[in-house]
């Protein structure tokens, strides 16, 4: 058993209770057992969002990587935690932002939408072969987003499981207890991603392709050509982000859908509602349940006295459940007004660049799923969550599809 209460595998199926008792108590409360302060709170989260030379994003998580594991990943690959995009402070989170604006540009992503159909009609047939029954996460919502990622990047879609790997290994550890060994082992696969990808890069040096790896290769920073360092960090956090967040919010949404029968015949009838679905989805279900600020100054955030250099986790999950903010804010409404509210996708200058790109396969999946099926069952009665408390992901969801 973990010993951090927060990792409890009965915890993780439903944790939002306990954030409401918190809230109630302190909406910024210190954990000691994790050593950081806890914002549970809607408007208190926003303000540590909104202001990011405050609150700066150059932080390191305790405990994350072993000094073995650290020693590896720099003296065989190219480190580890290059201040990129989402740990970056201004001005260099701008000048990174900027060079990956063009290709996140919202009309560009909703553009996509026919492309990212066929890829779901594709993964569709093939749980069609197999009788309609299909483990929904590792068969459908783990190689959507992996596939449309690796197609932006350039990097062959036929590795998405190798890509996988990658994204789990550098992802483990964030949020979670894991041993020394299963550390040294994540290293080496943070070292060999690290190295695949320095080879895409000389081989975009010498022939230019229109994708993010071409374009980062051939891009500027203060008139110099962006180091193989920075264009690893960058690219490590899209494969990452450009996956996971999307991975999880689809099979929470596949979970509801099988789970709610009524909520699937709606859709079914009412297409032009899936839209809202995505947005209930993130608020209720938030795929990244948080991400860790640190305080730059002695701070006062909800009447909480935050010292100079403390880390604080702005949670996501628990501040979308705000009733302060979400009148009934633990029920799932098709109708909810203000449905643009919630921060599962962050707020202010780090406000998540792929949130478009996860909405058009969110709701081509929902869409698809609806529209070709009558129902869908869940053929495991219980639902296990990845044991971290900065994501929420589900496990397994074995599901048959009934045409």
Request: proline share 5%; aromatic share 6%.
């Amino acid at each position: 058993m973990p010993t951090n209460p927060f990792l409890d595998p009965e915890f993780l199926k439903c944790p939002f209770p306990m954030f409401k008792q918190l809230r109630e108590t302190s909406r910024v409360m210190f954990l000691e057992q994790m050593g950081m302060y806890l914002i549970t709170g809607y408007e208190e989260a926003r303000e540590v969002l909104l202001n990011p030379d405050r609150f700066s994003s150059v932080i390191n998580i305790p405990k994350r990587h072993s000094e073995a594991a650290t020693k590896i990943v720099e003296e065989e690959g190219y480190g580890r935690g290059a201040p990129a995009l989402q740990n970056a402070d201004r001005p260099l989170h701008t000048a990174h932002r900027e060079l990956v604006n063009e290709t996140f540009r919202p009309k560009r992503i909703r553009q996509m939408s026919g492309y990212v159909d066929q890829i779901v009609e594709e993964l569709i047939e093939d749980i069609k072969v197999k009788g309609g029954q299909a483990d929904l996460v590792s068969d459908f919502s783990v190689p959507l987003p992996l596939i449309v990622i690796a197609d932006q990047l350039g990097i062959p879609r036929e590795k998405y499981r190798t890509f996988k790997a990658w994204s789990d290994a550098w992802l483990e550890g964030l949020g979670a207890e894991i041993s020394e060994e299963r550390m040294i082992h994540n290293a080496r696969l943070v070292v060999e991603m690290q190295q695949y990808l320095a080879e895409r890069i000389e081989e975009r040096r010498e022939e230019t392709k229109d994708d993010i790896l071409g374009d980062l290769t051939h891009a500027e920073l203060d008139g110099k050509p962006v180091s193989v360092k920075t264009i690893m960090a960058i690219v490590e956090q899209l494969l990452v982000a450009g996956n996971e967040t999307t991975t999880n919010g689809i099979a929470a949404g596949i979970n509801l859908l099988a789970s709610e029968n009524g909520l699937h015949m709606r859709l079914k009838h009412e297409p032009e509602l899936v839209k809202e679905f995505v947005e209930e989805v993130l608020r209720t279900e938030a795929p990244v349940q948080g991400l860790f600020r640190r305080a730059v100054a002695n701070e006062v955030i909800g009447g909480v006295e935050l010292p100079a250099g403390s880390t604080i986790m702005v949670h996501y999950g628990a501040a979308n459940r705000d009733e302060s903010r979400f009148d009934d804010a633990d029920v799932f409404d098709l109708d909810r007004p203000k449905k643009g509210a919630h921060i599962a996708f962050g707020s202010g200058i780090h406000h998540c660049i792929g949130s478009e790109l996860a909405r058009v396969e969110m709701t081509a999946a929902f869409s698809a799923f609806t529209q070709r099926f009558s129902r869908l069952e869940r053929l495991n009665e219980d639902v296990n969550y990845h044991p971290t408390f900065a994501l929420r992901g589900l496990q397994l969801l074995n599901i048959r599809c009934v045409e």
